[in-house]
């Protein structure tokens, strides 16, 4: 089993248009850049982007907005933290050029994480009597209230990794490791761009983050210098 | 909106972080949102606190020095951090299962309101041309699964608006969860009955403090200026 691609190219040259694209990373760590750069080169239209923050940090898909690449984006932090800065993002939002939709982050990846493990759909406590909750069932458990959120698929998955085998076993770095995994397990085609690509059998079978049976494509990228800063 | 109030003199924010460190017990696990609680982590050097980092991590460090910097290692707020002996890493997903799984003995947020009945909004202010999108982040799962939430902030808005209500006027982050609040000018109980003052400002009185505080606050008969 070999899943190595040569060329970053490649490994998303079959993304079609009206795709769902879930994207790691949260703000400049962990961020696939370099497959979000591809992805944007690709030039597949009407996307729907999963995704913490919309270019805020992982500057990247300002690129997928500037060519007018996507049509909607389920995220969780989408603006500057002051609103006194307009990111590209809350332009186009604000024109009506795109669509919004923000969750709560645990619930967020609690969607990716059902949609990957077989659930339909959850009961969960957050969110209940905010905005988040409108439109959704409730139900009491134990004299609570909790509200159905259901699993978020996405066609594909663009992530970001430290280290894997052609068998696609994964091992993530620190805190790079956030939305990854989960959103590998969630998509029909996870594709990783990693850091170092090692031989079958080098990796400690009990310390492997991601296992392989989640993971399509790995491509090897060279690590990125990023500023760790979201005041850009 | 409410008319504007009178200002009065409170302690800044390094001292507000204090206190809330103070009321962290030794042995817990805590989170701490971005803003005014990150400064909590200043005062807690030689306590057994482990904080954790909603990105996922357990036994975060402080800040790190330029030459520590790792672009791999990151608080909520996208700040390079350090790790401390006994950290560990884990994913996002993990992260929030622990969350709302109620682990987390304390959190400490920031927000721009909180309602008498221990609701908070921190997340939307309305008339900011954003509509029903804002940075949620954590703040709603950290708001239902900790086990004593701890809301900080200025009692009053740089308008002079008051920010401690009845009822929160701006969206809601979540319902009946608030425990304690900690601002510049007093310290609040939220309980069943309603808000209780416990503690006040150097020089200020709890006449002072009501005159800024929308809901009728409960005095404690042992008042006292805020411990530090």
């Known amino acids: ?232 | 909106m409410t008319t504007e109030v009178k200002r009065f003199e409170g302690i800044p924010r390094e001292l507000m972080a204090l206190r809330i460190a103070n009321e962290i017990p030794d042995g817990s696990y805590a989170n701490l949102g971005i803003g005014i609680p990150t400064l909590v982590s200043n005062w807690v050097e030689g306590r057994d606190i482990v904080f954790e980092s909603e990105i996922g991590m357990l036994n975060t460090g402080p800040l790190a020095e330029p030459e520590e910097e790792d672009a791999d290692l990151i608080n909520a707020g996208c700040q390079p951090i350090t790790e401390l002996p006994g950290a560990c890493y884990f994913s996002d997903c993990e992260s929030f299962a622990m969350i709302r799984g109620g682990y987390m003995d304390v959190a400490v947020l920031g927000a721009f309101q909180v309602s008498e009945k221990g609701d908070f909004a921190g997340w939307n202010i309305p008339g900011s041309g954003r509509g029903d999108i804002g940075g949620i982040g954590g703040s709603m799962d950290l708001g239902v699964g900790a086990k004593k939430l701890i809301i900080v902030m200025e009692h009053v808005t740089n308008n002079g608006e008051m920010r401690i209500l009845k009822e929160c006027t701006y969206p809601l982050t979540a319902k009946s969860c608030v425990d304690l609040i900690v601002t510049d000018l007093a310290v609040i109980k939220v309980e069943e009955d309603g808000l209780h003052l416990i503690e006040v400002a150097p020089g200020l009185t709890a006449v002072d403090i009501q005159s800024v505080t929308e809901p009728v606050l409960s005095v404690s008969p042992d008042l006292t200026e805020i411990e530090l």
């Open chain 1, 1 to 232: 089993m070999n899943k190595i691609y040569e060329s970053v190219s490649e490994t998303v040259a079959d993304i079609p248009d009206n795709a769902v694209v879930a994207i790691g990373g949260f703000f400049t760590c962990g961020n696939p850049g370099t497959l979000i750069d591809a992805l944007a080169v690709h030039g597949a239209k009407k996307l729907t982007l999963i995704t913490q923050s919309m270019g805020v940090g992982n500057w990247e898909i300002n690129h997928l907005l500037e060519n007018k690449q996507v049509s909607k984006a389920i995220c969780n932090y989408p603006f500057y933290r002051s609103a006194s800065k307009i990111s590209l993002f809350e332009k186009m939002l604000r024109n009506g050029d795109v669509e919004c939709e923000v969750s709560p982050m645990g619930t967020f990846i609690e969607r990716l994480r059902a949609a990957g493990a077989g659930i339909p759909a959850f009961y969960t406590p957050t969110g209940v009597g905010t905005v988040v909750a409108k439109g959704k069932e409730t139900r009491v458990f134990n004299g609570s209230e909790y509200l159905l959120e259901e699993a978020l698929k996405p066609d594909f998955a663009l992530i970001h990794a430290y280290k894997a085998d052609p068998m696609g076993n994964i091992i993530f770095r620190k805190t790079a490791q956030n939305y990854n995994p989960e959103m590998a397990k969630a998509a029909t085609v996870a594709i990783a761009e990693v850091e170092e690509i090692v031989e079958t059998g080098d990796l400690d079978p009990d310390c492997i983050h991601l296992p392989g049976i989640y993971v399509q494509r790995i491509v090897r990228v060279p690590r990125k210098d990023v500023v760790i800063s979201i005041d850009d």
